[in-house]
């Protein structure tokens, strides 16, 4: 079994990873991102609070992304490993991870950062609104309020991970294959 926290700013290529990073490795992906979309596209109860926060740039509330993440890992007994996709984005949620897999004799294995600059991140996450249609991601300010989320909620877990020595980074720059390789040459090391 091997579980794989999948980190980075909004734009740095997490779910494009994680898609081939589960087909190589047997993974279950969970990305609370595409949670909260299905829920907001079915308009669920969920969904709707989130849109709430997500149509601001802003972060859900742990209580409610913490619940629904336990659900998620709860629908997949028998997953021989999870790739968690923007997941955990606070200290509170990183504690109630190592509680949750601590619970079920699982653990995380790395934590890995895709890197690359705000100005980089920002065209590719214009580019992505076009297609997707994706309204937090057509309006600059509201990417770089996902940013500011993210410099001060999601960065300091780079130190919860390093206390672990379970903390992993690699340039985000580059094909989409040389990145999935340069994953699986630290996965290799694990
Ligand atoms: N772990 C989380 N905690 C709180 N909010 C979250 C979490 N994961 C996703 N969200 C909400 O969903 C939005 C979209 O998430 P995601 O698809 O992962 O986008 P991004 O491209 O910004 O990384 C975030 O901006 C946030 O509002």
């Given at each position: ?13 997490k779910g494009t990873q994680a ?144 206390k672990q020595d379970k903390f ?23």
């Amino acid at each position: 079994m091997i579980n794989l926290v999948l980190f980075g700013k909004p734009g740095a290529g997490k779910g494009t990873q994680a898609n081939f990073l589960k087909e190589k490795y047997n993974l279950k992906h969970i990305s609370t991102g595409d949670v909260f979309r299905f829920n907001i596209k079915n308009g669920t109860e969920l969904g709707t609070l989130a849109k709430s926060y997500i149509d601001k740039g802003e972060l859900v509330p742990d209580e409610v992304t913490i619940n629904m993440l336990k659900a998620e890992v709860e629908k997949n007994p028998d997953a021989s490993g999870f790739i968690f996709d923007g997941f955990p984005r606070t200290n509170a949620q990183a504690e109630a991870l190592d509680d949750l897999l601590e619970e079920k004799e699982m653990k995380i294995d790395a934590t890995i950062a895709l890197e690359a600059d705000d100005e980089v991140l920002i065209q590719r996450l214009l580019e992505r609104g076009k297609v997707s249609g994706r309204s937090d991601d057509q309006d600059e300010s509201k990417i770089r309020n996902r940013f500011d989320e993210y410099n001060e909620k999601t960065a300091p877990l780079m130190q919860y991970y390093k206390k672990q020595d379970k903390f992993h980074s690699v340039n985000g720059i580059g094909s989409i294959e040389d990145i999935t390789e340069r994953l699986s040459k630290v996965i290799a090391t694990l």
